[in-house]
Each structure stands twice: as structure tokens, then as C-alpha cells.
């Protein structure tokens, strides 16, 4: 379910159109506009919190962008600017006759049920996003819906990782210690530094500490047997995690979901979702 409905919320990263709005409230670059997003359901906490909920960032690198973005425009505006070129976004990539269709609309049902099943408790970034009112248009919904379920996901994913003992930047060198050798980009690891902001003696540090543990052999270039083996349990729990808002909407639901989700994902693929992503989709086709 992730893989099909994840495209949806990722427009709000990867179109043109969020980062246009945000640039035109003030922002600059793309990592001040992708933390006010992701973050302005909170509030307007500090780069500590931030830091502390997204997980895999380089403190430094959230710092650059938080708390300067609340400074530009409030927490409020970033949420009706991201609805507002999310809204644009879909428009354009799936077309009138997808945005009008009963289809559209029965995905959204669909996909608010589960959303609102979601359990919070414990999940901030799940909590601030559900709090949000559910747009009415269709379309809109679907988007609010991944974006409540990705964040309950996500916070399940942190605290698996935070009882497996993985510390934010050693879970990044743990993911790529264990990409396929054909996936060479997301097999590198100044990607996902770059990507997410660490120093090299930072991510040297880290494998360090993870080949101590035994979970990669020396440098981190290739993950050990258990290192595998503590990532498919990571993995499992996440998603044993996940499974409450598709338990509550039923098998039957959430197979039609699928079904309804997969010609909306080819279309968002189809628009400016990059070849490598940082969310585990690249190459997904």
C-alpha cells in the first residue's frame, strides 16, 4: 500500500509547484521548503524537534532551514501553500477526467477510512497531520490521507529502529549497506549523505559503530549476515506497525485501493519524480 499511494504525497516534494509556492513566501532552496512542509503541522517547533521526529537528518542540516522558515511565513501559511500546490500538482499530472472520476473519489473514501484508523498515539508527525481538516475534493483527500498513513508509518519506523539500538545517521548507513549492487545509486553513500546532510567523519563514525555491533563488514561497504537479518526485523515491524488502518478498512477495501491506486501512481511517476529517490521508490517503475 505504501509503494502504490506513496507517489501521491510525494508530489509535494518532488513537482515544481510546492517549492514555487514556498519560494514565493520566502523561502530559499529546496531543503528550507521541504522542512516547512513536512514540519508546519507541528507548529512552529525548533530545529531540536524537527531533528528529533524526521530522524535521518544531519542536525546541521535541519538547523539551516528551522527555525529561519518560521520566520519567512507562518507554520499556518506553509500548511495552506503545501494544500494549494498539491492541488495544482495533481491537477496537472492526472488530468480533469481522473480529478472528476468516481474513481478518484472512491480511492479517497477508501484511503480517509484507513487514515482515520491510523493509531497516533505516540506519533507526533501522524497526530499534527490527522489534525489538519480532510479537504473535500477527492483528489486533495487521497493526497491528506497518504500524507496522515506515510507519517504513521514513519513514526512507526523510528521507534523499530530506536528498539533495534540504530541511531539516525547508522540507519542510513545501514540501508545502504544493504541496497542490491544493481541499485548502484542507492548503493552509495555520498548519496545518502548528501542527501541528508552528514559529514563524512560523520558517516565514518557510524559505520565504525555498526561494524563494532557486526552489522557491517569495515568501511560499511556491504552489510554481514546479521546486519541483513536485524534489517528484514526492522522492516517487519514496520510494517506490523502499519497495519492497523488497512486491518480496519478490510482485505476486500484495501485490495480495491490497490487496484484504484496503481493508474494514479504511474501518472505521478510519469511527471518530475526523480530517476533516484531517497524514499526507497527509485526504479520502481
Known amino acids: 500500500m505504501w509503494r502504490a499511494l506513496e507517489p501521491i504525497h510525494a508530489v509535494t516534494y518532488f513537482e515544481p509547484e510546492p517549492l514555487q509556492y514556498c519560494t514565493a513566501l520566502g523561502t530559499k532552496g529546496f531543503w528550507m521548503s521541504y522542512f516547512a512542509q513536512r514540519a508546519a503541522p507541528l507548529g512552529a517547533v525548533g530545529p531540536d524537534v524537527v531533528g528529533a521526529l524526521f530522524y535521518g537528518f544531519a542536525p546541521g542540516r535541519v538547523a539551516r532551514a528551522v527555525p529561519d522558515a518560521w520566520a519567512v511565513a507562518s507554520p499556518e501559511r506553509f500548511v495552506a501553500a503545501r494544500l494549494a500546490a498539491v492541488d495544482v500538482a495533481l491537477r496537472?499530472?492526472?488530468?480533469?477526467?481522473?480529478?472528476?472520476?468516481?474513481?478518484?473519489?472512491?480511492?479517497?473514501?477508501?484511503?480517509?477510512?484507513?487514515?482515520?484508523?491510523?493509531?497516533?498515539?505516540?506519533?507526533?508527525?501522524?497526530?499534527?497531520?490527522?489534525?489538519?481538516?480532510?479537504?473535500?475534493?477527492?483528489?486533495?483527500?487521497?493526497?491528506?490521507?497518504?500524507?496522515?498513513?506515510?507519517?504513521?508509518?514513519?513514526?512507526?519506523?523510528?521507534?523499530?529502529?530506536?528498539?533495534?539500538?540504530?541511531?539516525?545517521?547508522?540507519?542510513?548507513?545501514?540501508?545502504?549497506?544493504?541496497?542490491?549492487?544493481?541499485?548502484?545509486?542507492?548503493?552509495?553513500?555520498?548519496?545518502?549523505?548528501?542527501?541528508?546532510?552528514?559529514?563524512?567523519?560523520?558517516?565514518?563514525?557510524?559505520?565504525?559503530?555498526?561494524?563494532?555491533?557486526?552489522?557491517?563488514?569495515?568501511?560499511?561497504?556491504?552489510?554481514?549476515?546479521?546486519?541483513?537479518?536485524?534489517?528484514?526485523?526492522?522492516?517487519a515491524r514496520t510494517d506490523e506497525l502499519a497495519s492497523p488502518p488497512w486491518d480496519a478498512v478490510g482485505e476486500a477495501a484495501a485490495e480495491r485501493l490497490l487496484e484504484l491506486a496503481l493508474p494514479l501512481r504511474t501518472a505521478v511517476l510519469a511527471g518530475a519524480f526523480p530517476a533516484v529517490d531517497p524514499i526507497g521508490l527509485a526504479g520502481d517503475g
Open 92 to 235: 496537472r499530472l492526472l488530468g480533469a477526467d481522473v480529478i472528476a472520476s468516481g474513481g478518484l473519489a472512491e480511492a479517497a473514501e477508501i484511503a480517509t477510512a484507513a487514515a482515520a484508523a491510523a493509531p497516533t498515539a505516540g506519533r507526533a508527525l501522524a497526530a499534527a497531520n490527522a489534525a489538519l481538516p480532510v479537504p473535500e475534493e477527492p483528489h486533495l483527500a487521497l493526497w491528506h490521507a497518504q500524507t496522515v498513513l506515510r507519517e504513521q508509518r514513519g513514526d512507526g519506523h523510528v521507534a523499530a529502529l530506536l528498539t533495534a539500538g540504530i541511531d539516525p545517521v547508522e540507519s542510513l548507513v545501514l540501508v545502504a549497506a544493504a541496497a542490491p549492487a544493481e541499485r548502484a545509486a542507492v548503493r552509495d553513500p555520498a548519496n545518502w549523505r548528501t542527501w541528508r546532510g552528514w559529514t563524512e567523519e560523520e558517516w565514518v563514525a557510524g559505520a565504525v559503530r555498526l561494524a563494532g555491533r557486526g552489522l557491517v563488514e569495515p568501511g560499511g561497504a556491504a552489510v554481514t549476515a546479521a546486519g541483513a537479518q536485524l534489517r528484514r526485523e526492522i522492516e
